[in-house]
């Protein structure tokens, strides 16, 4: 049973480029959240998905921010002019329906911004 | 603003002993409540989950929810080296899809 993957591991940019990261969910798992992660605090909700639609939207997501699950399968974040402050593991997770949606994560993406 | 709180910790325990995570949450509607553990540099790695008050045991680990207090906990007996780790309560509502996780309570089991 492969588990939920994330491309890149780790990612460095400077300030004000543009990165993408990519989330592959649990094959047959229909909803795929992303998530942010700061050194000390736990995970903060972004955004997730059932299938292809975006139904949710945390006001952390700025208009730099933008996610895509355009054939319900795997889910990019793109990040627009990134800041410093962007620096942080964005964690991707998927559930199953029913099951009390227990959501598994994948194995995170680092990013640092200089 | 729906909040998830826990003890920061560290919480040390020696090898062999029980240790004890807390956490409350302030939505009265969450309806489902998790554990995950954390290593560092690590994403989050789900230990247990529970929906109904009462206990749920699995190997090692207990946990407890109580939704009237609104106060859920994880039982770690027989603590060992490597159950050393940050533990994260997290808490979905209702109505919504995503957690709401605390900051965590790191543990750290001494030899």
């Known amino acids: 049973d492969t588990g939920v993957s994330q491309n890149p591991r780790h990612k460095i940019t400077k300030r004000g480029q543009n990165v993408t990261f990519r989330c592959d969910p649990i094959?047959?798992?229909?909803?795929l959240y992303w998530y942010r992660q700061t050194l000390g605090q736990g995970p903060e909700f972004l955004t997730y998905?059932?299938?292809?639609?975006?139904?949710?939207k945390s006001r952390l997501l700025s208009d730099r921010f933008s996610a895509e699950r355009p054939k319900g399968s795997f889910s990019t974040l793109e990040i627009q002019r990134t800041e410093q402050g962007d620096s942080a593991m964005y964690l991707c997770?998927?559930?199953?329906?029913?099951?009390?949606?227990?959501?598994?994560f994948g194995p995170g993406t680092r990013l640092l911004v200089l | 603003q729906k909040e998830v709180e826990q003890n920061s910790g560290p919480l040390s325990v020696p090898e062999g002993a029980i240790a004890s995570l807390n956490c409350t949450y302030s939505?009265?509607?969450?309806?489902?409540f998790f554990w995950y553990r954390q290593y560092s540099g690590k994403s989050p790695e789900l230990i247990m989950s529970?929906?109904?008050?009462g206990d749920k045991e699995d190997g090692r680990f207990t946990a407890q929810l109580n939704k009237a207090s609104q106060y859920v906990s994880l039982l770690i007996r027989d603590s060992q080296p490597s159950d050393s780790a940050t533990y994260l309560c997290?808490?979905?509502?209702?109505?919504?899809?995503?957690?709401?996780f605390g900051k965590g309570t790191k543990l750290s089991v001494k030899p």
């Open positions: 998905f059932q299938n292809e639609a975006q139904l949710e």
């Open positions: 094959s047959e798992h229909n909803r």
């Open positions: 939505d009265r509607g969450s309806q489902s």
């Open positions: 529970i929906y109904s008050n």
């Open positions: 997290a808490v979905k509502g209702r109505s919504q899809g995503n957690l709401i």
């Open positions: 997770a998927s559930s199953a329906p029913g099951s009390g949606e227990t959501q598994y």
